[in-house]
């Protein structure tokens, strides 16, 4: 058994957490300067100029990207042989996230889902965290963290297609849902698709495509030619920058599948905004 | 082809009538925060004919919900959430109480736009995800009503050379169709 300590993993993800909130991935910058230098429409070029220069402002003055901060969300591999001391690592997971959202100056957003009051004293700052665990081989603990902000979650669907529908059917229904999201959800977008598996499994698969590397090729061959149509097919709609017409409507599209039920073929769309604040902690 | 103006709070119908969908505009003045909670209790206001917690005749609100601020900065990151959700309350404000312009992002319903068509009121976009860019043209701030809600709160800020684009202007034009229209390949 390797041990890993309590208080370690709640410092890492404090920290990583607040480096996020105001440094945006290298792998999204590179994508947002390629839109910039593809870009053909002026006014979309001009939102292009603005979000490069917020990403200098927000690093420069450690200030937040956006001041929506996201709910913060986790895919967790825990390694079978690993042993958290001092404490369970989900609690570790939930305090490391109340730190770096306190200690960030980054928003509480997390509120009752009727009244709309605010939970952060009833609760604690901007949790419970979004945790999704996996059980794996060895002795590592990997943990996936993305802000997840409410405008592009809004948009996001998840359907059950009939089989027969295929291939063409999962391409016709994301670029429904991206077409009927419009200026909403912060374009340049990244896509998540999952397809496949039970309702609730396409669901989790399209969130967990959000957290791949952007620009970073899909090991499956079938799917990576689907990701390629889609993105062709995707930035003909010519949505653009914040919706205001363009060329780059998207940054990438991120598939995810899974073998599924002989009755079903679900499929899920989630959306993530330009600002895709994301990263990866190994313990 | 698109204009810049600088304008300065209160807005005038002659100020909003020469807007045009897919100006630029830098705005200055004083201009008011609120979302959906906040809107909500503006309406239970007016429905219970009491005063409102600041004169909405020719103001302009941004629909935001800040970061916490620093020690010693007026405001946290600052750009604009999703409009639809105020969708059910801009109307009234509108045309009851005379509220010139909105700041947010994303479509309007019809009833917005014909409310800005009818009583002369615009609906600019500004940059979503630029929050921290926006701050910088923010000078003060100050929570005037509901403090309880937050982040929601309503709040009074200076704001100087604001860049907005006008999205839906006060002859039932939409920037998001037209932009689309022209870089759609169908």
């Keep these: ?283 | 082809m698109s204009k810049t103006y600088n304008l300065t709070t209160p807005l005038s119908e002659a100020d909003v009538i020469q807007l045009k969908a897919g100006d630029i505009v830098y705005l200055s003045g004083i201009i008011y925060t609120a979302r959906d909670a906040a809107h909500k209790k503006l309406i239970d206001l007016m429905d219970a004919k009491e005063e409102l917690p600041f004169d909405v005749k020719g103001s302009v609100i941004y629909f935001v919900g800040p970061t916490p601020p620093k020690p010693g900065d007026p405001i946290g990151s600052a750009g604009p959430t999703t409009s639809y959700r105020m969708d059910s309350y801009s109307p009234r404000l509108i045309n009851e109480k005379g509220l010139r312009g909105m700041i947010g992002k994303g479509k309007r319903n019809k009833e917005v736009t014909d409310a800005c068509s009818k009583s002369k009121a615009i609906y600019f976009g500004a940059t979503g995800g630029a929050g921290a860019l926006l701050a910088r043209q923010i000078k003060s701030a100050e929570v005037i009503a509901y403090p309880e809600l937050g982040p929601e709160a309503i709040r009074k800020l200076e704001v100087v050379d604001f860049p907005l684009t006008v999205i839906n202007d006060t002859y039932d034009q939409d920037l998001y169709k037209i932009g689309r229209a022209q870089y759609e390949i169908k």
């Excluded at chain 1, 059980?135 to 990997?142: F, I, K, P, R, S």
């Excluded at chain 1, 003909?236 to 599948?257: P, S, W």
């Design chain 1, 1 to 283: 058994m390797r041990e890993i300590k309590y208080e370690d993993i709640v410092k890492s993800i404090r920290d990583s957490i607040m480096y996020s909130g105001t440094n945006l991935p290298k792998d999204a910058l590179e994508k947002m300067n390629e839109a910039y230098e593809k870009e053909k429409s002026p006014v979309a070029r001009e939102v292009l100029k603005q979000l490069l220069e917020n990403a200098d402002i927000a690093s420069s003055e450690d200030k937040p990207l956006c001041q929506d901060t996201g709910l913060a969300v986790f895919f967790v591999k825990v390694g079978e042989d690993v042993k958290v001391v001092g404490g369970t690592l989900k609690a570790a997971i939930n305090e490391g996230t109340e730190k770096g959202y306190k200690d960030g100056y980054l928003r509480a957003s997390t509120c009752h889902w009727d009244t709309r009051a605010n939970l952060k004293d009833e609760i604690g700052y901007n949790l419970p965290a979004i945790i999704h665990f996996d059980l794996v081989e060895g002795d590592e603990l990997e943990i996936e963290y993305a802000a997840k902000g409410g405008g592009s979650e809004n948009v996001s669907r998840a359907t059950v297609i009939p089989p027969a529908a295929g291939r063409q059917g999962v391409i016709d229904y994301v670029k429904e849902v991206v077409s009927n999201a419009g200026p909403n959800p912060c374009p340049p977008l990244t896509v998540g698709v999952g397809i496949g598996g039970t309702f609730e499994k396409a669901v989790i698969s399209s969130k967990h495509a959000l957290f791949r590397k952007l620009g970073s090729v899909n090991e499956n061959s079938t799917l990576e030619s689907m990701e390629k149509e889609l993105v062709e097919e995707l930035n003909k709609l010519g949505i653009g920058a914040m919706g205001m017409g363009g060329t780059q409507t998207v940054f990438g599209v991120h598939i995810e599948k899974n073998p599924c039920h002989i009755a079903s073929l679900p499929v899920s769309v989630n959306v993530q905004c330009h600002s895709s604040r994301h990263t990866v902690i190994k313990l």
